[in-house]
C-alpha cells in the first residue's frame, strides 16, 4: 500500500488553471502541501504541465501554484502535484493547510 507524503484536507475552493494549450476552471476538492484534485468539465491529461491559482475565501489575491504537473485524471477529475511555488505562496499554503487542520 503506498502512502502519502501529505495529509490531504476535503475543501471546495474555486480554482483556476492555465497551460500552453489549456485554459480553465475548476472546483478543487481536496488539498494538501504536495498537490490537489480538481474537478473540472475540461479535460485534463496526465502529464500536462500547468499553472494553478487557488481562491481562498475571505482572502485577498489566490495562492499561485507556478508549476504542477497532472499525476492522474478520471473522468471529470483530475490530480496534481505541486511543481514550485514561489516562497511567498508556499508560506500562504502552509498557514492555510495548517489552518484548515486546525
Given at each position: 500500500?503506498?502512502?502519502r507524503?501529505?495529509?490531504?484536507?476535503?475543501?471546495?475552493?474555486?480554482?483556476?488553471?492555465?497551460?500552453?494549450?489549456?485554459?480553465?476552471?475548476?472546483?478543487?476538492?481536496?488539498?494538501?502541501?504536495?498537490?490537489?484534485?480538481?474537478?473540472?468539465?475540461?479535460?485534463?491529461?496526465?502529464?500536462?504541465?500547468?499553472?494553478?491559482?487557488?481562491?481562498?475565501?475571505?482572502?485577498?489575491?489566490?495562492?499561485?501554484?507556478?508549476?504542477a504537473?497532472?499525476?492522474?485524471?478520471?473522468?471529470?477529475?483530475?490530480?496534481?502535484?505541486?511543481?514550485?511555488?514561489?516562497?511567498?505562496?508556499?508560506?500562504?499554503?502552509?498557514?492555510?493547510?495548517?489552518?484548515?487542520?486546525?
Open positions: 500500500m503506498q502512502r507524503k501529505y495529509l490531504r484536507i476535503l475543501v471546495e475552493f474555486r480554482s483556476t488553471f492555465s497551460g500552453e494549450q489549456i485554459e480553465g476552471q475548476g472546483k478543487l476538492m481536496d488539498l494538501s502541501l504536495g498537490g490537489c484534485r480538481i474537478a473540472s468539465d475540461i479535460a485534463v491529461a496526465t502529464g500536462t504541465a500547468l499553472e494553478l491559482r487557488v481562491f481562498v475565501p475571505d482572502t485577498d489575491c489566490p495562492v499561485r501554484i507556478d508549476q504537473r497532472v499525476r492522474w485524471a478520471r473522468g471529470r477529475a483530475w490530480g496534481a502535484e505541486f511543481i514550485h511555488l514561489e516562497a511567498e505562496d508556499l508560506a500562504r499554503l502552509r498557514q492555510l493547510v495548517k489552518d484548515l487542520q486546525q
